[in-house]
T-cell receptor
Framework: AQSVSQHNHHVILSEAASLELGCNYS??????LFWYVQYPGQHLQLLLK??????LVKGIKGFEAEFIKSKFSFNLRKPSVQWSDTAEYFC???????????FGQGTELSVKP | GAGVSQSPSNKVTEKGKDVELRCDPI?????LYWYRQSLGQGLEFLIY????????KSGLPSDRFSAERTGGSVSTLTIQRTQQEDSAVYLC?????????????FGPGTRLLVL
């Protein structure tokens, strides 16, 4: 069955700490991978995505993620978090043909000032 | 430009009543998706419309749920005989053509509470 697993449910960091959020997927065939973010009181918005090419992708606000096909992983990283990064982060996957996104359970990130 | 809009933003209803939720996608987007977000289940896919193709209804949890998309634009999600477990935030998203790798743009959601 298609699934996405995010290992961390709630992460608490101090400002300037480094961040890595884990994401693993189970999906047959070629995939596209996404990280979405939901800031408090706001819509879901795209942070970054991978669909082809360089497996290291850079997104908004200094985030990056690396697609490692052999590990079925797409971990999100940021070298130095800010208080404004406090949000819920969702990893998602869909097939190369497009269509529905399968989401992970989300990781709530709290950054202490 | 205008993003995806949804109405109402909040809906409180009594168990057993029917509700209709509306979504206006981004102009020119041919693909439209409905998801729901609840505490216990996370973000779940419900239904997907792409142009004139038959919709992908594989995520609808029961036959009480239905959706239509008129004129390739506005979509309505209908829940009949609502149950308390239907309480959730219902999210609509749209994308340009439904192709792989496209960004899905999400609306603000409709928060549904079934009493």
């Amino acid at each position: 069955a298609q699934s996405v697993s995010q290992h961390n449910h709630h992460v608490i960091l101090s400002e300037a700490a480094s961040l890595e959020l884990g994401c693993n997927y189970s999906y047959g065939g070629t995939v596209n991978l996404f990280w979405y973010v939901q800031y408090p009181g706001q819509h879901l918005q795209l942070l970054l995505k991978y669909f082809s090419g360089d497996p290291l992708v850079k997104g908004i606000k200094g985030f990056e993620a690396e697609f490692i096909k052999s590990k079925f992983s797409f971990n999100l990283r940021k070298p130095s978090v800010q208080w404004s990064d406090t949000a819920e982060y969702f990893c998602a996957v869909n097939s190369n043909q497009g269509g529905k996104l399968i989401f992970g359970q989300g990781t709530e990130l709290s950054v202490k000032p | 430009g205008a993003g995806v809009s949804q109405s109402p933003s909040n809906k409180v209803t009594e168990k057993g009543k029917d509700v209709e939720l509306r979504c206006d996608p981004i102009s020119g987007h041919t693909a439209l998706y409905w998801y729901r977000q609840s505490l216990g289940q996370g973000l779940e896919f419900l239904i997907y419309f792409q142009g004139n193709s038959a919709p992908d209804k594989s995520g609808l949890p029961s036959d009480r749920f239905s959706a239509e998309r008129t004129g390739g634009s506005v979509s309505t999600l209908t829940i009949q005989r609502t149950q308390q477990e239907d309480s959730a935030v219902y999210l609509c998203a749209s994308s340009l053509a439904g192709r792989g790798g496209e960004t899905q743009y999400f609306g603000p959601g409709t928060r549904l509470l079934v009493l």
